[in-house]
């Protein structure tokens, strides 16, 4: 325990048990202690911190310690948490009527984080939400409308193309429980202003 107090730590984390007189001794000194935390807290709490795994008390050192801006607990639906600020990090809490809700939302924000951190990245987009396919349907609709195709089956081709390519976002819409026409009728303007995302 010493080590740790020589450290200059103020919030100690720790997968096992921590003995009571050792507690008494982290009261004495101000030190938060939270101890039987799981291998993947520990490992959030890491990457949040900046913190390193320290496997002997021995070998702690201050080049082992994470900082944080704020560290604060709140009592929400009669459970206590713990929340650790960092301005690097972000903290969402799901809540749902079942688990199955909450793995889901949970499935859908990785989804969403992996998609930014492979953009942060990479760096390249691919603009969605349909905005292609419509783009592309709209652009047949001028070949087809312009005459610049003269051949009458391939503007019945054309024509037929551009409106099997208007189902994905007209679906896109429906499903996020958007105005159809509206909608879509918004997305040209702006494809015809320019605006192509």
């Known amino acids: 325990a010493q080590s740790i107090l020589l450290s200059g730590a ?21 030190i938060v202690a939270f101890d039987s935390l799981t291998a993947g807290d520990i490992q959030a709490i890491c ?17 082992d310690l994470g900082t944080i801006s704020y560290f604060r607990c709140m009592d929400i639906s009669r459970r206590r ?9 972000v903290t969402v809490m799901l809540r749902g009527a079942t688990s199955l809700d909450c793995e889901q939302t949970k499935k859908m924000m ?5 998609f930014l951190r492979n953009v942060s990245a990479g760096g390249d987009i691919i603009y969605g939400g349909g905005s292609p396919e419509l ?27 551009a409106e099997s390519i208007r189902v994905i ?13 509206e909608t879509m009728f918004k997305v ?5 202003a320019g605006a192509y995302y």
């Not at 990785?110 to 992996?114: G, Y």
């Not at 976002?169 to 026409?181: E, V, Y």
């Open 10 to 30: 103020h919030i100690i984390f720790c997968s096992d048990k921590i003995d009571n007189q050792i507690l008494h001794w982290f009261n004495e000194a101000k």
């Open 47 to 63: 990457s949040c911190t900046g913190a390193r795994i320290c496997y002997g008390v021995d070998r702690l050192s201050s080049s």
């Open 81 to 89: 948490y713990y929340l650790l600020q960092n301005p690097s990090t």
């Open 110 to 114: 990785m989804n969403c984080l992996s």
């Open 135 to 161: 783009y592309v349907a709209n652009q047949l609709d001028i070949l087809v409308d312009n005459q610049e195709i003269s051949d009458p089956i391939d503007q019945s081709i054309f024509k037929v193309f």
């Open 169 to 181: 976002p007209a679906t896109l819409c429906l499903n996020a429980g958007a105005k159809l026409h």
């Open 188 to 192: 040209k303007k702006l494809h015809e």
